[in-house]
């Protein structure tokens, strides 16, 4: 995904190859190690936002499929109706505060 790179070009050019040739050998082992740690840090955010998406994905599928039956039910057994509400509002509710809270 992110490979290491030999020679730093930041936004702007603040840095270049030839910046980093006229570092000291310590100064360009702390800016490469440094380097490496903010990629694992972007590679670590990206795999945690696509887990959101992922659990967003799979919570808004089974309030559909909830809803659904909710309303199937509804009209099968209409007494029930806040019941079958107050359940499919408790799950998306509990869906939307574990999402935010993840």
Partial sequence: MFETKK???????????TGLAQMGAG?????SREVERV???A??????????AFL????LQNV????SLEQHLIQVAP??????KH?????AMGAAQKLARW
């Fill in 64 to 67: 559909g499929a909830l809803t």
């Fill in 7 to 17: 020679e730093l070009a930041p936004l702007g050019g603040a840095f270049s190859s």
């Fill in 56 to 59: 967003g994905n799979t919570m």
């Fill in 87 to 91: 359940i499919v509002d408790a799950y």
């Fill in 43 to 52: 590679i670590v955010a990206e795999v945690h936002e696509q887990a959101r």
């Fill in 27 to 31: 100064m360009q082992r702390q800016t």
């Fill in 79 to 84: 007494l029930g109706e806040a019941r079958y």
């Fill in 39 to 41: 990629q694992g840090q």
